[in-house]
């Protein structure tokens, strides 16, 4: 089984300040992880993944999000926050165990607000 | 190459009618998935087809809901005597190849149809 927790229903910044949003997930296998970020009456848009190489990973539209084995968690984040960058953000995990139908299992979603 | 595409992109319809949703994959896709998001809520998988065939349904509530992808045409989600419950937003995702619906990064989204029951 998995589970995804996105700590945050909605986060406020202000205009080029830093952005932290939080994820926290549970698999019983090696898990592949997933932000997509969804704009008003707009479909989902994948930023990045963590498929078991770099911790590290580099997305589109300057954010990044690190995968932390030991907390469980992949928080996404950017340097400096745009105004184009308000929307909803969704924490994604996959089961990598070969089998089964756990599939893909979206957190409830975390609304960035950016203030001018 | 255009994207997937849904429509309609917003549907009402009163208790007991019917709502049928449709998908157009993009162009060189035979692998859709339909998603379900309920207001405040992440987005729930429901159904996955190729064509022709439905390879995974375990996200299909048992009744009144139905999806097919023919041959030719779009995928539809067909929802049967609507009841409120069942207002949401419902998002289409095509695939390339045949992994599954474990690989997010190779599942295209469309808009989204938002259905309201009245």
């Known amino acids: 089984a998995q589970s995804v927790t996105q700590l945050d229903s909605h986060v406020s910044v202000s205009e080029g300040t830093p952005v932290l949003l939080r994820c926290n997930y549970s698999?019983?296998?090696?898990?592949?992880l997933f932000w997509y970020v969804q704009h008003p009456n707009k479909g989902l848009q994948l930023l990045l993944k963590?498929?078991?190489?770099?911790?590290l990973v580099k997305g589109i539209n300057g954010f990044e999000a690190e995968f932390k084995k030991s907390e469980t968690s992949f928080h996404l984040t950017k340097p400096s926050a745009h105004m184009s960058d308000a929307a909803e953000y969704f924490c994604?995990?996959?089961?990598?165990?070969?089998?089964?139908?756990?599939?893909?299992?979206f957190g409830k979603g975390t609304h960035l607000i950016i203030q001018p | 190459n255009a994207g997937v595409m849904q429509n309609p992109r917003h549907l009402v319809r009163r208790r007991g009618q019917e709502a049928r949703l449709r998908c157009s994959p993009m162009?060189?896709?035979?692998?859709v998935y339909w998603y379900r998001q309920l207001p405040e809520e992440g987005l729930k998988f429901m159904v996955y087809?190729?064509?022709?065939?439905?390879?995974?349904e375990s996200g299909m509530p048992k009744e009144r809901f139905s999806a097919e992808f023919p041959k030719e045409g779009p995928s539809i989600l067909r929802i049967q005597q609507v009841v409120r419950g069942d207002s949401a937003a419902y998002f289409c995702?095509?695939?390339?190849?045949?992994?599954?619906?474990?690989?997010?990064?190779?599942?295209?989204f469309g808009p989204g149809t938002r259905l309201t029951v009245l």
């Open positions: 162009k060189g896709h035979s692998h």
């Open positions: 995702a095509s695939s390339p190849e045949a992994l599954g619906k474990r690989n997010a990064d190779t599942q295209y």
């Open positions: 963590y498929t078991s190489a770099a911790t």
């Open positions: 087809l190729q064509k022709e065939n439905i390879i995974d």
């Open positions: 698999s019983s296998y090696s898990p592949s």
């Open positions: 994604v995990v996959a089961a990598n165990s070969g089998g089964g139908a756990d599939g893909l299992t």
